[in-house]
């Protein structure tokens, strides 16, 4: 008998092994397409037609574009899941693939990010609060501190943190932030149990703003989150208040951030996402108060070893027993 194919869009970097014992039990074929239209070509050119389930990586955007309504309807319907290397999805359209007759089911990583991503935003913030990144210039250029001597930092000690979306990453973040004084405060849509918002304040969304010295974002891009932070929420926030952004970068807006920390109203920022990647706005290149990380929350062995052999693990158990370990929450009933 023959075995189901598994499509495989980006590489395998780290779970070699993993990914080598997945042929026992399917057989992998990759594209021949360079970019959306040769791919939306191949999809309906049937050369997909027997396959199940698909690893996918961020890259692979280069190949496929977004997974939105159009390429969902190209794909062929033996096609049932999708396999997302990545605890954001916001490259896939989770309501067109509900939508599509049958669903394609998609899953994400559920927590294997939440350590080094909130290990991310924990250097933004002591790099934005402590105003380190004159300075780190200045040494580089062989000015020692730099003249005149860059503004004094501020410690975390006896600071509010305002956590914009208190999930596995926020949460993480809050206990971390625990060991420097900072007392967190954080906005979710529902308030959380004690136990899972770890003993943080819960306040509405425009507290959260006004009392905030560092504002966290890490909450999911989506319709509804795409410049939840802009000249609005600016003018709520307290002078010299940190943004630091570890989600996605479309949740804030960029020029309108760029025109706080112009004015002084927002005194530094701390960014590892940004909303055009991998172009970054020049008011924040030329600004050496914004602490900007190249999107690297994740970058390290072994959480991208954890993060590949769990998606290849979601993509055995689709062809193996017809299922994902882990669908995204907008997935989790079709299944
Ligand atoms: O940005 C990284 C991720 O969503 O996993």
């Known amino acids: 008998m023959s075995k189901p194919k598994v499509l ?44 199940v389930a698909a690893y996918r990586t961020f890259p692979s955007v280069s ?35 509900a939508a599509r007759d049958p669903p394609l089911l998609v899953s994400n990583i559920p927590s294997i990010a939440d350590d080094s991503t909130a290990d991310t935003a924990v250097f933004l913030i002591l790099g934005a609060l402590r105003n380190l990144n004159p300075s780190m210039q200045a040494l580089r250029e062989g000015k020692w501190k730099g003249e005149p001597a860059p503004a004094l930092g501020h410690d975390p000690q006896g600071k509010t943190l305002g956590i914009l979306g208190m999930g596995g990453i926020g949460r993480n973040l809050k206990i971390k932030m625990d060991v420097f004084g900072m007392k967190a405060i954080y906005h979710n849509r529902k308030k959380m149990s004690e136990e899972d918002a770890a003993g943080a304040e819960y306040v509405s969304f425009d507290e959260l703003l006004a009392r905030s010295d560092v504002l966290s974002l890490n909450l999911p891009l989506n319709p509804k989150t795409r410049h939840i932070i802009s000249t609005a929420e600016f003018a709520k926030m307290k002078k010299g208040v940190v943004i630091v952004n570890t989600a996605r970068g479309p949740v804030m807006d960029e020029d309108a951030l760029v025109k706080a920390l112009d004015s002084g109203h927002v005194a530094s920022c701390g960014l590892d996402v940004f909303e055009e990647e991998p172009k970054v706005h020049e008011g924040l290149i030329r600004n050496p108060r914004c602490v900007l990380v190249p999107h690297m929350g994740t970058w390290c062995v072994e959480t991208q070893t954890r993060m590949e052999e769990w998606t290849i693990g979601n993509v055995r158990e689709a062809v193996t027993k017809g299922k994902l370990v882990s669908p995204v929450p907008e997935h989790v009933k079709l299944q």
């Not at 190949?63 to 916001?90: C, M």
Request: hydrophobic share 40%.
């Open 8 to 51: 495989q869009l980006g590489e395998i970097v780290l779970a070699h092994q993993a990914w080598e014992r997945l042929s026992e039990v399917a057989e992998i074929v990759t594209p021949k397409a360079t970019n959306r239209e040769e791919f939306i070509a191949e999809c309906k050119s049937g050369r997909f037609d027997d396959v």
């Open 63 to 97: 190949i496929t574009g977004i997974f939105d309504e159009e390429l969902v309807q190209a794909t062929p319907k033996s096609w049932r899941f999708l396999a997302h290397n990545g605890a954001g999805y916001d490259q896939v359209d989770a309501h067109a693939c």
